[in-house]
Nanobody, 124 residues
Framework: QVQLVESGGGLVQAGGSLRLSCAAS????????MGWFRQAPGKAREFVGA????????YWADSVKGRFTISRDNAKNTVYLQMNSLKPEDTAVYYC?????????????????WGQGTQVTVSS
């Protein structure tokens, strides 16, 4: 079992930045590929980005590529989502998730564990 807790959400103006954190507890954090997803009001949850177990490779949704970065600190059992140049359309609840496999990182159903989510609101 892995427990995930996100933090760092809030209200920010368009063009601003936020850094989300996701702290993990339970089984070895470094065994998991970590992903970030988001769900805007009235929309399905969508893939944002993912980072491999070692942190060596990241994957991105086209909508955030170049604006967001993911990093992880396996010693602290934490993964981060740095969000820059935020847009109103980035407004959503952001979730971190953990999966044991190394493929299908964009697929929500492939993730084994989920956090409770943190709200990000970007005002225009």
């Amino acid at each position: 079992q892995v427990q995930l807790v996100e933090s760092g959400g809030g209200l920010v103006q368009a063009g601003g930045s936020l850094r989300l954190s996701c702290a993990a507890s339970g089984r070895s954090f470094s065994d998991y590929t970590m992903g970030w997803f988001r769900q805007a009001p009235g929309k399905a949850r969508e893939f944002v980005g993912a980072i491999t177990k070692s942190g060596g490779t990241t994957y991105w949704a086209d909508s955030v590529k170049g604006r967001f970065t993911i990093s992880r600190d396996n010693a602290k059992n934490t993964v981060y989502l740095q969000m820059n140049s935020l847009k109103p359309e980035d407004t959503a609840v952001y979730y971190c998730a953990a999966k044991t496999g190394t493929v299908y990182y964009r697929v929500e159903s492939q993730y084994n564990y989920w956090g409770q989510g943190t709200q990000v609101t970007v005002s225009s």
